[in-house]
């Protein structure tokens, strides 16, 4: 007990030490660099910083702007410069006009700082930390595998068991002869009369209703919930080769969830935005990619879109597709015409296109492709996108998981109350960047006076019921 | 000096009596009438303790399968092209208007993921036309009313059936080649591009004419205005600058030409802010039964309705002078009349007299009175005439000749329907068989067009294009908000495909005109596309001022006055404030909203007069109590009527409201009440709302569904204990019995001197306003010394919600109550529910009357959760389904609610209700639900209706507590704005839906920590108080005591 009395103090400056270095909004950090990035820069510029695609890579951008202040100029407000005649502004205008930059008169200067170290890290490899261990772009919780305990718990079980055989064992032998030394008959109990004994079978029975009862209440806690749901899609859409390999900004197809409650599954004319040039995929070929094409009425062998579309029947667009999957096949295989393999390839494709399409009330494949719902919130839960991506600044892999590294989708979360509400008392507001929260008065008073060093959601209301069903 | 009037106000007769079951029931959640059994739907309902075991082993079981099965798979369907515009989740706001029967409100429509589901004003229109009225708030939901028809129709041996539109033109076009008269009869209608069509269907068709009607009558102050103005318009009449109004049976706060405008500018004369400079219009309203501008009026002259007319004359007498018969104006009318005159004479150009009279030659006096006030050019404004009504009696009974001598072949109707709407509906009926071809445009099957051989079918405004031209100063536009739900078009496209027009394309047709009028009457856009875009973002715009009408002075004919009549009973019919006359019965919104005035809702009453017998108790007309049932006979015709008793109705007087009595009004309007449109007079063709060939009997019933709230959910409500003697608080009745150490019994001063409202008169208003703080003071210090004491120090940070409702603004039209319902997913119930005091509303108007019992004065209460910071609901929920927030808002959680209704019962101010059924078929239990209508499936289960629904705000189920919320939903939405902005929430954020729709902008919501808020500055006010502040439960709603500019000596 005592030597736990020492420790104390020292837990205490530990921790206080600990807070000290959570709180380092004020400073520029590659980590806020990345939320940043993510939410400003990552729909024009690649994630890598190595390869250009909208807007030129940025990898080294520092080095190409001769002062600072430029260069934060320049992304403030890139017109302006290019006006101003600066030569690095006016060069890239004239690599990448008509297309303009974006305006960001908004971000701070620590901000800009912090994107540029986030980015210096990326280029040169330093960030994120690889002694870490944490897998990149999870950004936080990401469990360690558990092993069971059950094997030592029975065992454990099993030892005490024969620990209490042995002592039921040595106290017949004593009673026996304790009777035998008064000389009174003693007729030694036998396994089976005790096992069959009033106490123990109530005490049986009292273990039984104990944990019935408490696997029923869990059980009754989990219906409705489906943490690990990875239904089957209508479209094998991979994550990996997206958001992974690819590096496509979350958001870039999720576009609701800066703005709206709904993080939003892309319309289909956002899949052609690029999938109107990479028409083959790399796992599947012909099979998935079509699926987009035949929703939308798209016909990539000529490269236009089909008029009259939703009004077409079916054997004309099957016509359309199976052609451009043979062509698809032929150039593949460098053949002049089709085998049998292919044909059959097309055939089973086609069949496979069809299926996923169309169901009981969707009979035309025309029109929208109807996903597996797998993130379900009950009716009387109210959830917000854009309050926590866009205001609380949470990186969609708190809640989703590394979704970049799942080839099939799956529910990351419990989706319960208790796990919203634990982040919530957990969670940080982004209290000094934000005026909004200029009216809690009190608090920044707090802060200022040393009394307060954060504001956690639960100090705003974020445990209220009203925040989330109304 | 008067004494303040604290609680000398009444709920109703039953109030004034002490009658003892309403005060027993004033302390219970729900009425004591919740314990009489349900003999119709026993064999439903009925469960025993054998039931319960039932249900809780089905129960088991469901829980048990649902736990083994899967959980059924859901869907996601994203757009295949998403539109720019369209953000799932976020609502778009679109400009447009409402015009519908000759009404007119710009507004915006709230659509989310493409479905139009809230109404609000629109606040870039110029002053009060961006207001909305209750019909204008529940116009949305008749967007999904079941009863649309889904396509054209034709008739067959009298039955309707769908057709193709190709085929119906074709019928169409070959009558209208052979046709020698064709006539078209519509509601007024003001939109220029219509009237462009109808000049191109015209201009192929030559015989073709024009026939208006309004719902309402308004030929004569129409043919008054073409004598005395040489144009048949009605002037802008502006009441903000109005320091006497005097009207005579002109509910223009109501029903009367542009209600909400009226109010609108109204409360403008009516709101106090600084008392050491408190101002207010005097309102003298001349009528025989209560109208809503009657209950706002300060004074009340009480005449008959057939003595209006001389009424009228008396007044011109004294003005103008000379020559209009007075015969058989009473006397004490005739006295208060001098006085008013002399008034009128000293508020000369700031005066405003109006008339409801429906008789050229009274209209035409009430002209000559203003024109002699000098009150044209100021409060008057010929210059802005309203275009909305343009009916012609005279026309309409010429289109019946004609159609009766069989010289009309074709016959269009667009909007009218005059076999229920107009007095000679039944000769009308007949008439129409002798018409060869009849087509209508409409909605849904009304009594005219099930007789007609066509219906072609139009679209809902929310689904339309079209403009409309209100004033003749103001042009605005109607955008569609939605994709036509239906196979309808409109009746312009129809108008154009028959006179076979090369543009049928509606949309291209309006911009075409606009481009050709309004474009080129203005120089701040280049492009006609500019143009049109901005004017689309507007909505409405004013264009260029028009030249004022001078009064001309038309010779009056004075034989035409009413003759006043000597019968012992005369019956005035109104319009009614929700339904019209009943052009909106089919909408269930405005049939459950209570009538502001006697609190009846589906369905209409007689209202009787009450007199005092100079002890404790009222009198009706023939001892008939509410409820009852009693026979009416107009011109020999006898017909069953429930009767309310009517404060301020005149004794020998009785009134009714128009508008029921529908014999096809799909489910929730069909065979509601009477309809007595048929026994409207004649005055030389001039319909005349009364009659005075009426008998009322005595009592011959009980009426079973009595859906009047007024006795529903009262409060403060104080009644005699029996040991003392004393005036109590009944509600607490049981619980105050205090035998003190003195041995003296008594209660605590708090418990009998309840503040429930504060009124004064305007003369006294510095001293009650004193005394008012006083009160308000000693409130404040013994609250301070409970153990209950002050949240101030919880409640400083971050926001605080609350609200403030000014009194003397609010007119109790009951447009919040339709904006509450329609932003929160209130349930409707039914007429059957309500008379069991389940109706849902979450806010409730409280009408109380005070002063003169025989001619009282009137102030409305808007109602809702007062989010007390104290609140006593919470402390007694064993769930704890219902706390507080940190933003001081009372919280209903209704996942966690298991409706033991102990809340409710704990509420003083019961504003909280109770889902006794499954009203809106949020589970899927059928046992639960509520057949409102007997229909098959409950009302508001099918998937159009329920396409009104809010999705932000949960669909409540059976057996929990609701209760307004403050609009969470808009608190939260709001915040999010701001903090996405990164910045302070501003006023603009957040308004609540009963505050964006009040006409009169008496509510204010608002964060009261916000120091430069609007509601800070308004909680500052000198004649706030707040309701119940004694019994320190700190709720967040500040009223302001009710001041009332009434002349005493016009009482004398």
């Given at each position: ?470 | ?29 729900t009425s004591l009438i919740e314990q009489i059994a349900d003999s119709k739907n026993e064999e439903v309902f009925a ?510 004919d004075f034989s035409a006055v009413t003759k006043v009549s000597n019968a012992p009973l005369e019956i005035s019919f ?432 608002g964060d009261s920590n916000n120091k430069e808020g609007a509601l800070h500055a308004k909680l500052e006010l000198p ?30």
């Amino acid at each position: 007990m005592i030597s736990r009395f020492r420790k104390l103090p020292v837990l205490i400056i530990l921790g206080l030490f600990l807070l000290g270095i959570t709180n380092v909004y004020a400073q520029p950090s590659p980590d806020a660099g990345k939320v940043l990035f993510t939410a400003n820069c990552a729909s024009c510029h690649a994630k890598d910083m190595k390869s250009a695609l909208t807007g030129p890579a940025l990898g080294g951008a520092e080095a190409n702007w001769d002062t600072k202040e430029n260069l934060y100029a320049w992304i403030r407000n890139s017109q302006g410069m290019i006006q101003q005649g600066h030569p690095r502004a006016v060069e890239l205008w004239n690599k990448y006009k008509p297309t303009v930059m974006t305006g960001f008169p908004d971000l701070t200067d620590d901000e800009i700082a912090s994107m540029l170290l986030y980015i210096d890290g990326v280029y040169a490899g330093t960030y994120p930390p690889k002694a870490a261990g944490a897998p990149a772009g999870a950004g936080a919780v990401v469990d360690e595998p558990k092993g069971s305990n059950l094997w030592s718990y029975g065992l454990i079980i099993l030892f005490l068991a024969g620990l209490s055989y042995i002592l039921f064992r040595i106290l017949g032998n004593l009673n026996q002869l304790s009777a035998a030394k008064d000389g009174v008959d003693y007729d030694k109990p036998s396994l089976m009369k005790v096992l069959t004994s009033k106490g123990l079978v109530t005490f049986l029975l009292f273990c039984l209703v104990i944990f019935g009862g408490y696997t029923t209440v869990n059980r009754a806690i989990n219906l409705g919930r489906q943490q690990g749901y990875e239904p089957d899609q209508p479209i094998k859409f991979s994550h990996v080769t997206h958001a992974g390999l690819n590096k496509i900004d979350c958001q870039y197809c999720h576009d609701g969830a800066r703005r709206s409650k709904h993080s939003v599954i892309p319309a289909t004319n956002t899949c052609m935005n690029c999938h109107s040039a990479i028409k083959v995929g790399s796992q599947y070929g012909t099979a998935e990619i079509t699926k987009i094409f035949a929703s939308i009425g798209y016909d990539p062998l000529n490269n236009k879109y089909i008029e009259n579309y939703e009004k077409m029947p079916e054997d004309s667009i099957k016509a359309i597709f199976t052609a451009w999957m043979t062509d698809a096949y032929v150039t593949d295989k460098g053949i002049a015409a089709i085998d049998a393999d292919g044909e059959e390839l097309v055939d089973n494709q086609w069949r496979d296109i069809k299926k996923s399409l169309t169901n009981e009330q969707k009979k035309t494949i025309p029109g929208p492709i109807e996903w597996v719902k797998i993130h379900n919130l009950p009716d009387h839960a109210y959830f917000n996108h854009a309050q926590h991506v866009a205001v609380g600044k949470v990186a969609c892999q708190t809640c989703h998981g590394a979704v970049e590294k799942m080839e099939v989708v799956k529910q990351y979360s419990p989706l319960s109350m208790g796990w919203c509400i634990n982040c919530h008392r957990e969670t940080e507001v982004k209290f000094s960047e934000n005026d909004y929260y200029k009216s809690y008065e009190q608090f920044h008073t707090e802060i200022k006076e040393g009394k307060r060093t954060k504001v956690t959601v639960a100090d705003i209301g974020g445990l209220e019921c009203q925040k989330c069903h109304y | 000096m008067d004494k303040m009037q604290n609680n000398n106000i009444w709920v109703g007769i039953k109030d004034l009596e002490q009658d003892p079951s309403f005060i027993e029931e004033s302390g219970l959640e729900t009425s004591l009438i919740e314990q009489i059994a349900d003999s119709k739907n026993e064999e439903v309902f009925a469960s025993n303790r054998r039931d319960f075991l039932k249900f809780l082993g089905f129960g088991l079981g469901a829980a048990t399968i649902a736990a083994g099965c899967d959980i059924p798979v859901k869907r996601a369907l994203p757009y295949v092209i998403k539109p720019d515009t369209i953000v799932p989740g976020i609502a778009n706001y679109y400009a447009s208007s409402y015009i519908d029967g000759g009404e007119f409100a710009s507004i915006l429509v709230k659509t989310r993921d493409g479905r139009p589901i809230k109404i609000e004003g629109n606040d870039l229109a110029p002053s009060g036309w961006g207001t909305t009225s209750a019909r204008v708030q529940a116009s949305v939901i008749s967007l999904y009313d079941t009863n649309r028809l889904t396509g054209p129709q034709k008739s067959e041996a009298g039955n309707l059936s769908l057709t193709t539109w190709k085929d119906l033109d074709t019928k169409v076009k070959s009558a209208l080649a052979t046709a020698s008269g064709i006539r078209i009869l519509q509601i007024s209608n003001t939109s220029p591009t219509a009237k462009k069509a109808q000049a191109e269907f015209i201009a192929k068709y030559p015989s073709a004419k024009v026939v208006n009607v309004d719902h309402s009558n308004y030929s004569g102050i129409l043919d008054a205005n073409l004598a005395d103005f040489g144009s048949r318009m009605i002037p802008s009449y502006h009441f903000d600058k109005a320091e006497v109004i005097v009207s005579f049976d002109a509910d223009f706060l109501g029903t009367w030409v542009m209600p909400t405008k009226f109010a609108s500018d109204y409360a403008q004369m009516r709101k106090i802010t600084d008392l050491s400079k408190a101002k207010m219009s005097r309102h003298i309203q001349v009528e025989a039964g209560m109208s809503l501008s009657g209950s706002n009026a300060d004074n009340r002259i009480l005449v008959k309705p057939s003595e209006q007319g001389v009424a009228v004359g008396h007044l011109y007498n004294l003005i103008v002078g000379g020559g209009a018969p007075v015969t058989g104006l009473n006397d004490k009318a005739k006295a208060s009349l001098a006085k008013v005159a002399s008034q009128l004479k000293n508020a000369s150009g700031k005066s405003i007299v109006v008339s409801g009279s429906n008789i050229p030659a009274e209209q035409q006096m009430v002209n000559a009175i203003n024109n002699t006030l000098g009150n044209y050019g100021t409060t008057i404004d010929t210059s802005n005439a309203i275009l909305t009504k343009q009916g012609s009696e005279k026309d309409f009974d010429a289109l019946l000749n004609e159609m009766k001598s069989g010289a009309v072949d074709v016959l269009i109707i667009d909007g009218a329907n005059p076999v229920y709407s107009h007095a000679k509906g039944l000769q009308f009926a007949e008439a129409l068989k002798k018409v060869k071809t009849k087509v209508a445009f409409g909605l849904s099957k009304d009594e005219t067009n099930i007789l007609c051989d066509f219906i072609a079918t139009k679209p809902h405004f929310l689904e339309s294009w079209g403009d409309a031209q209100p004033t003749s100063t103001t042009l605005s536009l109607v955008q569609p908000t939605i994709a036509p739900l239906f196979n309808s078009r409109q009746v312009e496209s129809s108008y154009l495909t028959w006179s076979e027009s090369p543009s049928t394309d509606i949309f291209e047709y309006i911009k075409a005109t606009w481009a050709e009028t309004a474009f080129k009457a203005q120089t701040d856009f280049a492009t006609v596309d500019a143009f049109w875009d901005n004017a689309l973002q507007l909505g409405v715009m004013s264009t260029i001022g028009g030249a004022a009408a001078s009064f001309g002075g038309g010779t009056i004919d004075f034989s035409a006055v009413t003759k006043v009549s000597n019968a012992p009973l005369e019956i005035s019919f109104k319009e009614s404030i929700s339904l019209g006359n009943g052009q909106y019965a089919t909408n269930p919104w405005l049939q459950e909203m209570p009538n502001p005035i006697d609190r009846t809702s589906w369905g209409n009453y007689l209202a009787v007069p009450v007199n005092f017998d100079g002890d404790s108790s009222m009198v009706g007309l023939n001892g008939l109590k509410d409820g009852d049932l009693a026979k009416l006979t107009i011109n020999g015709k006898e017909f069953t009527v429930p009767v309310i008793q009517q404060f301020g109705q005149m004794p020998g007087t009785v009134s009714i409201n128009l508008g029921y009595g529908r014999t096809e009004a799909g489910a929730c309007g069909t065979g509601l009440g009477i309809s007595l449109i048929p026994f409207l007079t004649d005055n030389n063709g001039y319909a005349q709302n009364f009659s005075s060939k009426v008998q009322v009997s005595n009592k011959i019933g009980k009426e079973e569904e009595f859906s009047c709230v007024q006795y529903h959910h009262t409060y403060g409500v104080k009644g005699k204990d029996n040991d003392t003697g004393q005036m109590i608080n009944a509600d607490e009745a049981a619980t105050v019995f205090f035998d003190y150490f003195t041995g003296i019994k008594g209660f605590q001063g708090s418990l009998t001197d309840r503040s429930v409202m504060y009124t004064s008169n305007l003369a006294d208003i510095k001293a009650n306003a004193a005394e008012l703080d006083k009160k308000r003071k000693h409130a404040q210090y013994l609250n301070s010394k409970q153990i209950y004491g002050g949240h101030d120090d919880l409640y400083n940070n971050g926001h605080h919600w609350g609200m403030h409702i000014d009194l003397n603004a609010c007119i109790g039209c009951g447009a919040c109550t339709v904006a509450c319902m329609s932003e929160n997913n209130v349930p409707i119930v039914g007429k059957k529910e309500v008379s069991r005091h389940h109706e849902m509303t979450w806010l409730r108007i409280d009408r109380y009357y005070y002063g003169d019992v025989e001619n009282p004065n009137t102030v409305y209460q808007p109602m809702m959760c007062q989010h007390c910071d104290n609140a006593p609901c919470e402390n007694v929920c064993p769930v704890n389904a219902t706390n507080h927030s940190s933003e001081g808002l009372n919280q209903m959680t209704y996942n966690r609610c298991i409706g033991t209704r102990y809340c409710a019962n704990n509420c003083p101010y019961k504003v909280r209700r109770f889902n006794w059924f499954d009203y809106t078929t949020a589970d899927s239990f059928p046992a639960n639900q509520y057949k409102k209508f007997g229909e098959e499936l409950t009302f508001g289960a099918e998937n159009l209706t329920r396409m009104v629904l809010n999705p932000d705000v949960t669909v409540r189920s059976k057996g929990v507590i609701e209760k307004c919320s403050f609009c969470v939903q808009r608190i939260q939405e709001g915040k999010l704005t701001a903090k996405k902005e990164q910045r302070v929430l501003r006023d603009s954020d957040v308004k609540t839906a009963c505050q964006t729709s009040c006409p009169t902008g008496a509510i204010t919501f608002g964060d009261s920590n916000n120091k430069e808020g609007a509601l800070h500055a308004k909680l500052e006010l000198p004649l706030n108080f707040i309701s119940l502040e004694e019994i320190n439960v700190r709720s967040s709603v500040n009223y302001t005591m009710k001041v009332n500019n009434r002349d005493k000596s016009l009482d004398a």
